[in-house]
């Protein structure tokens, strides 16, 4: 039972950390545009797909040339997308933008297997086999995932509070109009922000090729459950995020101890629209009220 639980909880931990980044995710391209971007799976499962199909298979590179390459190649197309869709949608109304990033999902979901083919892809010797950890059996794959998006985490913590690209994604977010007055090049910063999402979503297609096989709906489960983290979490909120998609991750693993473990997808929704009715701004808001509440009760005990 011990090495269960201890199995269940690190793939929980392993996935919140996943689900947590697509959330992130999910915020830096719409504080950046003012748009949602529905295109994130197909974009992590490209970023498998560049991984697998075209570096390690046509092309034959070791594995760690073709994270590099894979990770080079997302930014490019980033930055290609943020200038051709996403930058000129700023300005339009939010359903259609909504829709044009539906239908670059779908563009990509139907180029993939006229490049790739329509098999799953599987990275061999790429994270592969196991690990004893308190007498669990814990795919090697899931440490992998724990310790990169660690890194990932404080790195984006880090260079949005630290340094001057990060401020000014930071000011455009509040308010594009006073970071462009004071000098801020908002065009620019807009595609940096999202080249950055596109790297984020190449490096979790990566991670997660060993688990799921490349395939077209790889990711599918994976950004709902990532949005489901940010209405959990709170959106633009990184340690809210954080936190969301942990708590998702273990509380739906945790329910195969009681359930069939075809109700785990379902624990996901449920939590979601549980916190859309009784909470709309996540646990970050649950904070934000008891904080006021604490100094409501300070001022009436001074009143």
């Not at 930058?87 to 297997?113: D, S, Y």
């Not at 690209?165 to 999202?194: D, E, F, P, Q, Y």
């Not at 929704?269 to 916190?275: G, H, P, R, T, Y």
Request: proline share 3%; glycine share 8%; net charge positive.
């Amino acid at each position: 039972m011990q090495a269960v639980l201890v199995q269940l909880v690190l793939s929980g931990i392993a996935m919140g950390f996943v689900y947590a980044l697509v959330a992130i995710e999910y915020t830096l391209i719409y504080n950046s545009c003012g748009l949602l971007n529905f295109s994130h799976d197909k974009i992590i499962t490209l970023g498998g797909y560049f991984f697998v199909g075209t570096f390690l298979m046509d092309m034959n590179w070791s594995n760690i040339p073709a994270v590099l390459g894979s990770v080079l190649t997302l930014a490019l197309l980033g930055v290609i997308i943020a200038f051709v869709i996403f930058i000129p949608l700023k300005n339009k109304p939010r359903l259609i933008a909504i829709v044009a990033t539906i239908m670059l999902g779908q563009m990509i979901n139907e180029i993939a297997p006229l490049i790739w083919g329509g098999l799953a892809l599987n990275p061999m010797n790429f994270l592969s086999g196991t690990t004893q950890i308190f007498g669990a059996t814990v795919a090697t794959a899931y440490l992998y995932i724990i310790v990169v998006s660690v890194i990932i985490l404080i790195l984006l913590q880090y260079m949005l509070k630290r340094t001057k690209l990060g401020k000014a994604m930071t000011s455009v977010a509040l308010n594009k109009t006073a970071a462009s007055l004071m000098g801020v090049n908002v065009t620019w910063n807009m595609a940096i922000t999202i080249m950055i999402s596109f790297v984020i979503c190449g490096i979790l297609g990566i991670l997660c090729a060993p688990i799921f096989t490349v395939t077209q709906t790889m990711a599918s489960m994976i950004s709902l459950k990532g949005f489901a983290a940010g209405v959990i979490g709170g959106f633009g909120n990184l340690p809210a995020a954080i936190f969301g998609g942990l708590f998702l991750a273990i509380a739906e693993n945790l329910i195969c101890l009681a359930l069939p473990s075809v109700f785990k997808d379902v624990v996901a929704f449920v939590l979601m629209i549980a916190f859309m009715l009784f909470f709309p701004n996540g646990m970050a808001g649950i904070k934000e009220n008891i904080k006021k509440r604490q100094i409501r009760k300070q001022m009436e005990v001074e009143l």
